[in-house]
């Protein structure tokens, strides 16, 4: 699904990352160092970053190499799905969501960030998808994460943009925006969701 110098890199990332979290040898940091740089070539030949940048982003990150966890709330008013448009993206339509901070539980950042994004209150009501980002057409990414999508439902609020979306809308599974945000969210995703909305005893879906 996802290119495999994507995962060749990745792996050497993490390999490198828990090995300098480890070890205690010189020369085995020595070597971890020279692994990590290594990842940065190949992900710089593949990309328009550098390599020193994406090795500054590969030093940032401390300790057991885990993947991130990106959560995204799926809101249905009647039959239409909340979408914000995303100004860091080109305006690109997605579901409003984000990283998970520490000390939040996923549910908790998704009701989080819908109120950041579209500016209403909800409620997290169910679990609908745990998805492996690199098992599904999102564009490449320099990290291993995972997408969590919990159905919610508005008690409050009303549409605002932030500085992070520009517009709030609500869209019939017939009406989904063309330009999606892909690294966020995917057509076959949102088409999902809707199977969903019409069987809500599904099971939650993973990978």
């Not at 100004?87 to 409003?96: E, F, S, V």
């Not at 549409?159 to 709030?168: C, D, Q």
């Not at 969701?193 to 005893?201: E, I, S, T, Y």
Request: charged share 25%; proline share 6%.
């Amino acid at each position: 699904m996802y290119p495999k110098w994507l995962e060749w890199a990745q792996r050497l990332q993490s390999i490198a990352q828990s090995g300098l979290f480890y070890t205690q040898n010189q020369f085995d940091i020595e070597r971890f160092e020279a692994v990590q740089q290594v990842a940065a070539e190949i992900m710089a030949d593949h990309s328009d970053g550098s390599a020193d940048e994406l090795r500054a982003l590969f030093a940032g990150e401390k300790g057991h190499t885990t993947p991130k966890v990106d959560v995204r709330g799926v809101v249905f008013r009647d039959d239409a799905i909340m979408m914000v448009r995303e100004t860091l993206d080109g305006g690109r339509w997605t579901l409003p969501g984000g990283w998970v901070d520490p000390g939040e539980s996923p549910s908790d950042a998704t009701v989080r960030e819908v109120r950041e994004e579209s500016g209403y209150e909800t409620r997290a009501l169910k679990l609908l998808a745990l998805y492996d980002r690199n098992k599904h057409p999102h564009p490449p990414y320099i990290f291993h994460a995972y997408k969590v999508f919990f159905r919610c439902e508005i008690i409050g609020g009303a549409a605002t943009t932030s500085y992070e979306t520009g517009g709030v809308g609500f869209f019939r599974e017939d009406e989904i925006p063309a330009e999606l945000s892909m690294g966020r969210v995917t057509p076959d995703q949102i088409t999902r969701f809707f199977v969903h909305l019409r069987k809500p005893d599904l099971p939650t879906d993973f990978d």
